[in-house]
């Protein structure tokens, strides 16, 4: 059974900074793509970012580009999301998620985390 934890959200004021980190059980982590999803109240869930199993290869919402940057460990089975620059738009529950392909498609991941909440406030 694989399992993801998000954790790293909480409450900051806007243009201040957020790490967060998904921690994944699973011997061959580096195999896949990891991305991290949001969810704000009323809204979609949309993709913010998803990184390759090597780390090589990244992909940014266009909302979050140049704000955020996707890592990943996997010495540590971990992946990153650093969020700078914050804004009370990013307020959202913040997903992570595997996929055994490099996709932005929601339906090609197939593990899931909880989430962890995030809030700015203007």
Avoid at 35 to 61: C, M, N
Avoid at 87 to 108: H, L, N, Q, W
């Amino acid at each position: 059974q694989v399992h993801l934890v998000e954790s790293g959200g909480g409450l900051v004021q806007a243009g201040g900074s957020l790490r967060l980190s998904c921690a994944a059980s699973g011997r061959i982590f580096s195999s896949y793509t990891v991305g991290w999803f949001r969810q704000a109240p009323g809204k979609e869930r949309d993709l913010v970012a998803h990184i390759s199993g090597s780390g090589l290869t990244t992909y940014y919402a266009d909302s979050v580009k140049g704000r955020f940057t996707i890592s990943r460990d996997n010495a540590k089975n971990t992946v990153y999301l650093q969020m700078n620059s914050l804004k009370p738009e990013d307020t959202a529950v913040y997903y992570c998620a595997r996929a055994p392909i490099f996709s932005g498609r929601m339906d090609v991941y197939d593990y899931w985390g909880q989430g962890t909440q995030v809030t700015v406030s203007s």
